[in-house]
């Protein structure tokens, strides 16, 4: 590979990099408010678990799981990405 197409990967990299940074912090936080919601949910009484809202609450900590389980498919796949073009940069 030339210097110039290695100097693109590179810079694609960096970007990249800055990118799953800032992604992995949106991952932490989207963790945060699903363990809030869960922890307020636990602390509902049986009765109100079993009313609108404690459903509506299980389903909310049920989507923000399967928001987070994404977060980290997207997570990995960056990272995956990043060091394809880093074994790209390097031949």
Do not use: C, P, W
Request: aromatic share 4%.
């Amino acid at each position: 590979m030339n210097r110039a197409r290695r100097k693109v990967i590179a810079a694609v990299v960096s970007a990249l990099e800055t990118i799953a940074a800032g992604f992995r912090e949106l991952k932490d936080r989207i963790e945060a408010v699903k363990d809030e919601e869960r922890a307020a949910f636990d602390s509902m009484s049986e009765g109100h678990r079993e009313s609108i809202r404690g459903h509506a609450a299980e389903a909310a900590v049920e989507a923000l799981d399967e928001a987070h389980s994404a977060a980290e498919a997207v997570s990995t796949n960056l990272n995956s990405t990043i060091n394809y073009l880093d074994t790209a940069r390097k031949q």
